[in-house]
T-cell receptor, first 113, second 111 residues
Framework: TQLLEQSPQFLSIQEGENLTVYCNSS?????LQWYRQEPGEGPVLLVT?????EVKKLKRLTFQFGDARKDSSLHITAAQPGDTGLYLC?????????????FGTGTRLTIIP | NAGVTQTPKFRVLKTGQSMTLLCAQD?????MYWYRQDPGMGLRLIHY???????AKGEVPDGYNVSRLKKQNFLLGLESAAPSQTSVYFC??????????FGPGTRLTVT
């Protein structure tokens, strides 16, 4: 089983601050996805990165896939209360497609107004 | 367009009882999945299906069975519920192996 460790597990910061959350593994993935999940709902896909070193931006969110395709980071600039939620990374194994995603343990983010 | 729906939203079972969770999607997706989510463990794949009439085991299949008799429906069955199956269950669907769309979840408690 391929494991994805996310850090920190919990993060609480003031509105307007910047933050970075990390997703690490000893395994190589063909692609990596980031999801956000709000209470009582299912995860919603934010982005997919597929190339080592790739950087994708989604408004104030910046996602990076590690050069070796074993890790990823999510950076949020000027956090807003609407960013509050559980952030999950998920990796697609080399020998399979997204039908066998491995999900990380999650980072629960709280933005304080 | 309802996306992915799950029935029921909440359920309490006693140990040894059986039940079926229903997932329905109206996006004509080929692939469907069942996950469980437990605190500190993320989402773990139980079973999945790559098309009508097909099913395959995921990471944690023991104690669960599934059926995909119709393309739009994916059923998850618990034949003899155990307290270890207390969890939140999510169904998802996707077009081929692209982006997965998740349902709102079913919260199951086994006492």
């Amino acid at each position: 089983t391929q494991l994805l460790e996310q850090s920190p597990q919990f993060l609480s910061i003031q509105e307007g601050e910047n933050l970075t959350v990390y997703c690490n593994s000893s395994s190589v993935f063909s692609s990596l996805q980031w999801y956000r999940q709000e209470p009582g709902e299912g995860p919603v896909l934010l982005v997919t990165v597929v190339t080592g070193g790739e950087v994708k931006k989604l408004k104030r969110l910046t996602f990076q896939f590690g050069d070796a395709r074993k890790d990823s980071s999510l950076h949020i600039t000027a956090a807003q209360p609407g960013d509050t939620g559980l952030y999950l990374c998920a990796g697609a194994p080399i020998n399979f497609g997204n039908e066998k995603l491995t999900f990380g343990t999650g980072t629960r983010l709280t933005i304080i107004p | 367009n309802a996306g992915v729906t799950q029935t029921p939203k909440f359920r309490v079972l006693k140990t040894g009882q059986s039940m079926t969770l229903l997932c329905a999607q109206d996006m004509n997706h080929e692939y469907m999945y069942w996950y469980r989510q437990d605190p500190g463990m993320g989402l773990r794949l139980i079973h999945y299906s790559v098309g009508e009439g097909t099913t395959a085991k995921g990471e944690v299949p023991d104690g669960y069975n599934v059926s995909r008799l119709k393309k739009q429906n994916f059923l998850l069955g618990l034949e003899s519920a155990a307290p270890s199956q207390t969890s939140v269950y999510f169904c998802a669907s996707s077009y081929a192996n692209y982006e997965q769309y998740f349902g709102p979840g079913t919260r199951l408690t086994v006492t």
